[in-house]
């Protein structure tokens, strides 16, 4: 077992195309519809965490959006991620970094996690990511955030993970972040099995 957690996403992202990830969604559908129920206007900054070769970036570009940043662990996936965007790649910020130690130079007015934030299962760094949004997100911002379910698997990747309610999401956030909508989605892998997500909006107070 590798114990740098960048090296065994690398590992993963190596030993895997995009589509055979037990993540991959060709449309991610739960996300965009999130992303246009905020109604924030095509210029809104937007930050994909651990976005990997997520096609989410694909269909906010599509959607109009001018403002996108990609960041991830791992400098191969977002690699991977503009090469299959080709000329649409240099319209996104791409930033190779470890969320947890990330330090944000500007704000963004929508934080989008899809299932990164379950495999911090040590909660000194699940306080980082946490102070890391809050230095991020600008006044009023919004969070939509997907974790495994209360009903999800209890490892991915042959990595542990916490599984998370909406409920004990919102206490993650604390108290200055109102909880808008959740919802229980279920996700086929590409090997055809099925996973609990639990999709979160939230929007800053303040
Ligand atoms: C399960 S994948 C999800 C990818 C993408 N969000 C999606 O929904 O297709 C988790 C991603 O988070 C990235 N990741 C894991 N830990 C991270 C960290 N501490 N900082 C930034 N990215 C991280 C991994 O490299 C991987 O791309």
Redesign the pocket.
Known sequence: MIDD?RRR?QLIYQTKVPSDLS???PI?QQSMEFVRSTCLPPDSPIL???????T?VDHLLAAGFTDITV????PA?LVEAEVRLGAAACRVHWIA????AWRPVRRYRLWHD???FH?LVDPALRARYVDVLRAALAAHGHVVMATFGPNGPTH?SGLDVKRYSAHELSAVLGPSFLLVRSQIVEHITPAGRTQEFLYGWWQAQA
């Open positions: 957690p996403w993540w991959y969604q991610p994909d965490v651990g976005g990997g070769t997520s989410f960041l991830d662990l791992v996936a970094e470890d969320i947890t899809r299932a990164v495999f991915c």
